[in-house]
């Protein structure tokens, strides 16, 4: 069996040459050769322009520096290509960010449109700064009374027995006031220092009143009648107790006593602590509320707030990568340069030898093409007088 041999012709190379010569007497011989052709010698002068066509006299990189600007490049890709990743990392966590941003935006946005569109939504979902101020205000206020009130009112019930009440109706000075005066505080702390702490079982009570008022259980109810039953219990003890001392140090007096239930005095201190402290719970449950209002909105524009501090520390690390680019680049021009020198003589030196050979009057059409054809490459290719950097057209790879 034959077998058929497929013969691959191989690609042709092109090699460039790097020509340094006496660009005058270049020109003429090839002018001269060529008889003026002006097609070949605008191919010379794309030779000059890529710097394949030199001056004998001029200079640049060596190979060698050449070879050692690639090395250089190739460090700073490495660099340049960790940074931009760390960079778009950054980018990504930054976007993420915004987007958050955009929501709680929207999020905000809709909250003050349902508002302006209903005014009822407006007027209890809104913050109000009078209802808040006022709130506060009376709660402060009930917050001294009960305070005292709660103190007094422990310290008659537990420590002042009848007799001790009987001695100061015996001295005209009467029972004494519900509310304590500085004289009796001293004297409930010199009894029990802990009847300060009093008032603020009775501060808990309300609080916890606002906490059940916010659960979400249908047995809420009944947490909230066992709580004020026990509240109405404990002021219910203490004016009892407080009214029967009175009644019996009357009695002990020889002064007419009656039932607790039938005395005044329980009436009054009992609605004097027990309705005040649900007014007082209520009012701490409203100022909450109020203040809840406030926070919806504060928490999302705190939130936003954090965000783009967020996103402003993130690109303070964003890594600036245009220094490197730029050395890259530089160094890229650098390992692709030919040669220094000023274009614009190369290319007056090379066609005054082209066209020295065309002086003869038979050959003035074939010189005319050529001066056009020149001054058409240095318009085209913006050629101007000074000294430039000649850089190949070829890939700088050539030296890797």
Not at 269 to 292: A, K, N, P, T
Request: hydrophobic share 45%; proline share 2%; glycine share 4%.
């Amino acid at each position: 069996m034959e077998t058929s041999e497929v013969v691959k012709e191989e690609e042709p190379k092109v090699i460039h040459h790097v020509d340094r010569v006496n660009l005058y007497d270049f020109g003429y011989e090839k002018s001269g050769s060529a008889k003026g052709d002006p097609d070949l010698f605008a191919s010379f002068l794309d030779r000059i322009l890529n710097g394949d066509l030199v001056d004998s006299k001029y200079y640049g990189y060596t190979d060698d520096e050449k070879k050692e600007r690639v090395k250089q490049i190739k460090a700073l890709e490495i660099q340049l290509r960790k940074k931009e990743e760390a960079n778009s990392k950054i980018v990504e966590e930054v976007k993420a960010k915004e987007k958050d941003i955009d929501k709680y935006r929207k999020d905000l946005m809709q909250i003050r449109e349902k508002r302006s569109k209903d005014k009822e939504v407006l007027k209890n979902e809104s913050f109000s700064t009078l209802k808040f101020v006022l709130n506060l205000f009376l709660l402060a206020m009930l917050s001294v009374y009960l305070f005292f009130f709660y103190i007094s009112a422990t310290f008659k019930a537990l420590y002042v027995d009848f007799e001790g009440i009987a001695e100061r109706i015996a001295r005209g000075e009467g029972t004494g006031s519900i509310m304590p005066g500085a004289y009796e505080l001293a004297e409930a702390l010199q009894y029990n220092y802990l009847l300060f702490v009093v008032p603020f079982v009775f501060f808990a009570f309300g609080w916890a009143f606002h906490i059940i008022l916010e659960m979400k259980d249908k047995v809420k109810l009944a947490y909230l009648s066992m709580l004020i039953a026990v509240t109405f219990a404990v002021d219910f003890l203490l004016a009892m107790i407080i009214s029967n001392n009175t009644e019996n140090a009357k009695s002990l007096m020889g002064l007419p006593a009656i039932a607790w239930h039938q005395s005044p005095t329980f009436y009054i201190i009992l609605f004097l602590g027990f309705l005040v402290y649900i007014i007082w719970s209520i009012l701490l449950d409203s100022l909450l509320r109020e203040w809840d209002k406030k926070e919806i909105t504060n928490n999302l524009k705190k939130i936003i707030k954090h965000l783009q501090g967020d996103i402003k520390v993130l690109k303070l690390g964003i890594l600036d990568v245009a220094a490197i680019k730029n050395k890259i680049a530089d160094y890229r021009e650098d390992a692709s340069t030919v040669m220094y020198g000023n274009l614009k003589k190369y290319i007056d030196q090379f066609t005054s030898g082209w066209i020295a050979y065309l002086i003869p009057s038979n050959m003035k059409e074939v010189k005319e093409k050529c001066l056009i054809l020149k001054k058409e490459f240095e318009e085209r290719n913006d050629i101007k007088a000074g000294t430039v950097k000649v850089t190949s057209r070829r890939p700088f790879l050539n030296f890797i």
